[in-house]
């Protein structure tokens, strides 16, 4: 596709229950970002995938988080045991990566309620 | 560590007036720097960056940023606002030389006023 793309766009779901978010990024892209968007919070990062090299996990706030990225593509952000204040918008970005210069391009997000 | 603030959380501007979003960052190194803007319901799309040479970045939308290394700033701009500026704008830094991610600010929301 042209763009980053996320999937679901929206997920409801029940506290305690795990939930995997998708990306698709851009063709090429090697670099993807996983961020948090919430009211008055703005944008934290989670984790930083970079080609082959080890992920930075630095940004997940618990090890109820955790993402992986198969193939070098495409990622899985997954959720255990979800609560309440898991619930905010769920961003996805890529980015070519040559030597950092390179803006990112973002998903349309997904939006993460727990009930 | 590196990081970067946005003072303001809102910024209101007449429309007609020049705007500014302020950006301050702090790393160890050199760094990139990057200006982001999310209008409603829409995702966040690149404005402009800093990398190296000129300090004055020209970027989308008639925006523009300036680079001042010794007051680790990197002010958003623009001349004559519109009311179709109004939308969260994000300043994003990052370090170089420790070839880090890149660190996003909290955001602060302009609100151009017809």
């Known amino acids: 596709g042209a763009g980053v793309s996320q999937s679901p766009s929206n997920k409801v779901t029940e506290k305690g229950k795990d939930v995997e978010l998708r990306c698709d990024p851009i063709?090429?892209?090697?670099?993807l970002y996983w961020y948090r968007q919430s009211l008055g919070q703005g944008l934290e990062f989670l984790i930083y995938f970079q080609g082959n090299s080890a992920p930075d996990k630095s940004g997940l706030p618990s090890d109820r988080f955790s993402a992986e990225r198969t193939g070098g593509s495409v990622s899985t952000l997954t959720i255990q045991r979800t609560q309440q204040e898991d619930s905010a918008v769920y961003l996805c970005?890529?980015?070519?990566?040559?030597?950092?210069?390179?803006?990112?391009?973002f998903g349309p997000g997904t939006r993460l309620t727990v009930l | 560590a590196q990081s970067v603030a946005q003072p303001e959380d809102q910024v209101n501007v007449a429309e007609g007036n020049p705007l500014t979003v302020k950006c301050t960052y702090s790393v160890s190194g050199n760094p990139y720097l990057f200006w982001y803007v999310q209008y409603p319901n829409r995702g966040l799309q690149f404005l402009l960056k800093?990398?190296?040479?000129?300090?004055l970045v020209k970027g989308s939308y008639g925006f523009e940023a300036e680079f001042n290394k010794s007051q680790t700033s990197f002010h958003l701009k623009k001349p004559s606002a519109l009311v179709s500026d109004s939308a969260l704008y994000f300043c994003a830094v990052r370090d170089i030389t420790r070839d880090d991610k890149i660190i996003f600010g909290k955001g602060t929301r302009l609100h151009i006023l017809p």
């Open positions: 800093y990398i190296t040479g000129d300090n």
């Open positions: 970005a890529s980015s070519i990566q040559r030597g950092g210069i390179d803006e990112q391009f």
């Open positions: 063709s090429g892209h090697t670099a």
